[in-house]
């Protein structure tokens, strides 16, 4: 079983492959995808479609665990985000895959152990229980860790 894990965000996209191997976390690839900051916003939506179709295409996994967009001070940048997420699903779509939404407090309990995490945390996290040479960019780490939660929850099941 594969797991792609999805960190969608309106400039930079964290992507994130796991395997389920025999009940271990197996670390594939990871990475992620940019798009032009100055560029028109409906450019980089196409932009953040293509790049997971071509993860898609390229790693062909099983299962999409996509983070859940929140609301906090500026709900601009939460219709930015929703909207990346939404290219990111219907990616998914495009292919058949189903998918599966997950918090952002909810991925951070499952790889760190609290709601309240720091990026740095999930990044060491993250690093360590797929025991990575080197610690993914930050945005790819919070594609992983929305993957091994989505992983967790399979196996809790």
């Known amino acids: 079983m594969r797991i792609l894990g999805v960190d969608p965000g309106s400039r930079v996209t964290g992507y994130g492959l796991i395997d389920d191997d025999g009940g271990r976390a197996r670390y594939v690839a990871s990475g992620c995808i940019r798009s032009d900051a100055g560029a028109d916003f409906s450019d980089r939506l196409v932009d953040i479609f293509r790049g997971i179709d071509t993860v898609i295409g390229e790693y062909s996994p099983d ?3 996509v983070e859940e967009v929140f609301v906090a001070r500026n709900p601009s940048s939460a219709l930015k985000l929703g909207q990346a ?3 990111a699903i219907a990616a998914a779509a495009a292919h058949d895959i189903a ?7 909810q991925v951070k309990l499952a790889v760190v152990g609290t709601g309240g995490a720091t990026k740095d945390q ?4 993250v690093t360590t229980a797929l025991s990575l040479s080197d610690s993914p960019a930050a945005d790819a780490a919070d594609a992983l860790a929305v993957a091994l939660c989505h992983f967790d929850a399979r196996n809790a099941r």
């Open 99 to 105: 998918v599966t939404g997950y918090p952002a407090r």
């Open 85 to 87: 997420r939404g290219v």
């Open 122 to 125: 999930v990044q060491y996290m």
């Open 63 to 65: 299962e999409i665990a």
